[in-house]
């Protein structure tokens, strides 16, 4: 699988997404912040026009309270469109954030990007 990788702003970097029987995969990398928190909302939305989006956190080195309430919002508006969210390959230190907010059993995660997408298939 290969992917277009753009740096933008705050040190994030994201990477086209890949599509599979309307399955979106959107891979973010690096430093998920305020700077970031624009983009990656515009990015999760331009992605969500499928069934399900898969978002790749397996790149994901830091994540602060603007991204996390990204991730929150998108968990919240995307199944009012029917659309499923599951975060895949999250890190350690993201799982931690996570875990440290109460918010990770708000998320359906997999393992990989590949568990992801067979369990919506």
Do not use: N
């Amino acid at each position: 699988m290969t992917y277009d990788r753009r740096e933008v702003a705050g040190g994030m970097h994201d990477r086209d997404e890949r599509r599979e029987d309307e399955i979106a995969v959107l891979a973010l990398e690096g430093e998920l912040d305020l700077a970031a928190a624009p983009r990656m909302r515009a990015r999760i939305e331009s992605a969500a026009d499928g069934r399900a989006l898969v978002i790749d956190m397996s790149g994901v080195t830091f994540v602060d309270s603007a991204a996390l309430k990204e991730l929150l919002r998108a968990r919240t508006e995307l199944p009012a469109r029917d659309v499923r969210l599951v975060l895949a390959g999250v890190p350690p230190p993201v799982r931690r954030l996570l875990d440290l907010t109460r918010t990770s059993e708000l998320f359906e995660d997999a393992a990989d990007v590949q568990e992801a997408v067979k369990r919506l298939s």
